[in-house]
């Protein structure tokens, strides 16, 4: 069980959401109520600690995503011919349908295979694209 699972969420739940299900987990499962839930208590609590921060949080939706094979959430398959090249900053952008920008450093497109495929998520949104083999 992940960590949106045990607080009752997905990863396109806002963070108030996210807050008002572990407020009442919380309640549900502290130990002055009821011993025998100390183990249910000390996952809702660590969830909580990884989801509340948004840093955390992009990481474990990446470490998510890397487990699965397959994602509903992504928005678009391009190439990296399709990105733009910003030269000065060695990155690479693309538009995400939310206004934001996916973006990918020149130096994480450099595999080992060029069969594989890259999915990166982006900054603002919950949606992925991903870049077709290079």
């Not at 992504?74 to 910003?86: F, G, T």
């Not at 934001?100 to 594989?116: L, N, P, V, W």
Request: with cysteine.
């Amino acid at each position: 069980m992940n960590h949106f699972e045990i607080l009752n969420c997905n990863v396109n739940s806002t963070l108030e959401e996210i807050k008002e299900n572990y407020k009442s987990l919380i309640l549900k499962y502290h130990p002055d109520k009821n011993s025998e839930h100390q183990e249910m208590f000390l996952k809702i609590n660590e969830a909580w600690n990884i989801l509340k921060d948004e840093k955390e949080r992009k990481l474990y939706e990446s470490q998510l995503l890397s487990q699965q094979q397959t994602h509903m959430n992504i928005y678009k398959s391009v190439s990296l011919s399709d990105m733009e090249h910003k030269g000065e900053s060695q990155m690479f952008t693309y538009p995400c349908r939310c206004g934001a920008e996916f973006c990918i450093e020149e130096q994480d497109t450099e595999g080992d295979s060029s069969d594989d495929n890259i999915l990166i998520a982006c900054d603002t949104c919950s949606l992925l694209l991903e870049i077709t083999a290079r």
